[in-house]
């Protein structure tokens, strides 16, 4: 068998082994169902109140202020949906940044095809949001700002307290989706000043399917499934108790080790980008230089295609991502990097290498190795290097007859 590297922990984690010890239990012994009352049941809801303090403790919340969710995408989505259904009364405008994810981008595209206004804001060339952009863009019928704490490509960390305490001021609420940033940055919502939170079990070790949204309990938040009471009458269905658990062990097991983790981390990026930017010509790091995740190294790679160095990658056994759109059928590059002023052509060769606490030197130099023959090889093969070469043997014979 050969060598597996796996650098995408930013698309998902290995559950580790202590945290499936702590599921186990959930599928054969405590296997109740939490709502119901008797004794037997009682055992499984107090699990899932347990894992509720333990992730509002993670965060600087109440307990009362959590909901469980099957994911970081829902809990994105109600957090968004339910602000705007809630507040609709207030005013019907909303903002958000052009680099948010998904979730967030297509909940806000949706909401405006009901009617509402949505204010994208812009980011610098490190992918940081326009604080004076977004203060001049609130406006009195504004209900809500929702900025994401990290971004999931480039890894730049936005100034979330400063965005808060904007929201604050102005009375308007803030949503920040920090699925990225749960369990690998602290994160406080009282000094952060954050409203609502989303977050995601996988990222940091858990299980799949496990999310929760915090709301302020100030906060009106309308039920995004009907049914059952389960989650305070606001998200009915049958409690993941084993994600639930598992969740809540990931968290506990990530705050002990965060700074410990943190510093390895960004010691081995940080490691990672000086030799790619030192041994790769005509690479650009993208993203913020400090303000980053600890583990995300992003690069773009002028004259190839990501696609191409993904699956090369991939027969060396490493796992990694490209923020090249071709991976999901779409012939635009990622808007994260077009947002931060990358040229279409430049986009379109972007790798994104996200480590794990796991991840060694040796596996970063392996991969170095690695990557420095895949890119020659790619470029061999490309036109446009081809030409920017006999370009460049032009120019340099033209500056020599000149002398």
Not at 69 to 96: M, P
């Amino acid at each position: 068998m050969k060598r597996l590297i796996y650098l995408d922990n930013a698309a998902t984690t290995r559950l580790d082994p202590e945290v499936f010890l702590k599921m186990q239990p959930c599928f054969t012994e405590f296997y109740g169902n939490p709502s119901s009352i008797y004794q037997f049941a009682q055992k499984s809801a107090g699990v899932v109140e347990e894992a509720r303090e333990e992730l509002a403790s993670a965060i600087g919340a109440k307990p009362q202020e959590i909901y469980f969710t099957g994911g970081g995408s829902e809990a994105d989505n109600w957090a968004i949906k339910a602000v705007a259904e809630a507040y609709k009364e207030k005013g019907r405008h909303l903002i958000t940044s052009k680099i948010e994810h998904h979730a967030v981008l297509h909940t806000f595209e949706y909401l405006q095809r009901q009617g509402y206004d949505v204010t994208y804001l812009d980011v610098n060339e490190d992918g940081i949001v326009d604080l004076e952009q977004l203060r001049a863009s609130v406006r009195p019928d504004t209900i809500l700002i929702s900025i994401m704490a990290a971004n999931n490509e480039i890894g730049t960390i936005q100034p979330i307290a400063k965005i808060g305490e904007i929201a604050r001021e102005a009375g308007v609420l803030f949503h920040t989706d920090a699925v990225q940033a749960f369990g690998h940055i602290p994160l406080d919502v009282e000094e952060m000043k954050i409203d609502l939170l989303s977050a995601s079990a996988h990222k940091i070790h858990g299980p799949k399917g496990a999310g929760f949204l915090y709301a302020r309990k100030s906060v009106k938040l309308s039920s995004l499934i009907h049914g059952g009471a389960q989650e305070r009458g606001k998200r009915a269905g049958t409690h993941n108790v084993p994600g639930i658990a598992g969740f809540a062990a990931a968290s506990k097991r990530a705050r002990e080790k965060m700074f410990e983790t943190m510093e390895k981390e960004t010691r081995l990026r940080d490691y990672l980008i000086s030799r790619v930017e030192e041994e790769i010509p005509f690479t650009i790091v993208n993203g913020h230089r400090t303000s980053r995740l600890p583990n995300n190294a992003h690069f773009c790679f002028r004259f190839i295609e990501g696609e191409s160095m993904l699956i090369l990658l991939d027969e060396a056994g490493i796992c990694a991502s490209s923020g090249s759109a071709c991976t999901s059928g779409s012939l635009d590059p990622s808007h994260v990097l077009l947002a931060i002023g990358r040229p279409h052509e430049i986009a379109h060769g972007s790798l994104r290498l996200t480590l794990s606490e796991q991840t060694t030197k040796e596996e970063l130099d392996f991969v170095v190795e690695e990557l420095k023959k895949t890119i020659e090889r790619l470029r061999n093969m490309s036109p446009l290097y081809e030409d920017f070469l006999k370009k460049g043997a032009k120019e340099d014979a033209s500056c020599i007859a000149k002398k």
